[in-house]
């Protein structure tokens, strides 16, 4: 079956801890998003990729980092720099371009900073 | 820039009861709207997408959608609630000024009493 998976699932963070959140596809979708979810605010854009070694800032990219090495993963590394990572993450992709093409959604990553 | 706005971010309607959930969009151009669901915990699954073929749109679990340009709105509707129901849903609208991002409204959380 095609689709994005997310992992872990579950995370706890210490303070000035960075981690990494995975997300890899098998739908061969040329973009990748990475979104954050707080209660009452819906998705925010976090980094997105149109294409293979290539990715652009979303509304909030300050305190996180993406790289985009293969077509199936876009990794998501939280840093001790983003002062507030406490949320939900989600994990989308789609076919690239115009069009109205909708998104896939991975089953999201619950980060907790201790 | 475009924009999705959702008027109400919680809604209560009995089982049975008519479903309406309220959209309206900001666009210069012809749109690209989905309206998504989120169970709690998961990512978000489409129901429908509005594609100009047809303005009024049938999605899944039983819930459509009209898209009308006059009133620059794409309400979701359900002629009769279901417990299952139960959930937050979303609206979006895909940029075309060539980013090709999406643009999610605050989300509806829909509550459906027995």
């Known amino acids: 079956d095609g689709g994005i998976t997310q992992s872990p699932k579950y995370l706890f963070r210490k303070e000035g801890q960075n981690v990494t959140l995975s997300c890899e596809q098998n739908?061969?979708?040329?973009?990748m998003y990475w979104y954050r979810q707080d209660p009452g605010q819906g998705l925010r854009l976090i980094y997105y990729?149109?294409?293979?070694?290539?990715?652009q800032k979303g509304d909030i990219a300050e305190g996180y980092s993406v790289s985009r090495e293969k077509k199936e993963s876009f990794p998501l590394t939280v840093t001790s720099a983003q002062k507030n990572p406490t949320a939900f993450y989600l994990c989308?992709?789609?076919?690239?371009?115009?069009?109205?093409?909708?998104?896939?959604f991975g089953p999201g990553t619950r980060l907790t900073v201790l | 820039a475009q924009s999705v706005t959702q008027l109400g971010s919680h809604v209560s309607v009995s089982e049975g009861a008519l479903v309406l959930l309220r959209c309206n969009y900001s666009?210069?151009?012809?749109?690209?709207l989905f309206w998504y669901v989120q169970y709690p915990n998961q990512g978000l699954q489409l129901l429908l997408k509005?594609?100009?073929?047809?303005?009024l749109v049938k999605g899944i679990n039983g819930f459509e959608a009209e898209f009308k340009k006059s009133e620059t709105s794409f309400h979701l509707t359900k002629p009769s609630a279901h417990m299952s129901d139960a959930a937050e849903y979303f609206c979006?609208?895909?940029?075309?000024?060539?980013?090709?991002?999406?643009?999610f409204g605050t989300g509806t959380r829909l509550k459906v009493l027995a």
């Open positions: 989308a992709s789609s076919i690239s371009g115009q069009g109205h093409n909708e998104q896939f």
């Open positions: 739908l061969n979708h040329d973009a």
């Open positions: 990729s149109q294409i293979v070694n290539d990715f």
């Open positions: 666009s210069s151009v012809p749109p690209y």
């Open positions: 509005y594609t100009s073929a047809a303005t």
């Open positions: 979006a609208v895909r940029d075309t000024s060539g980013t090709y991002k999406y643009i």
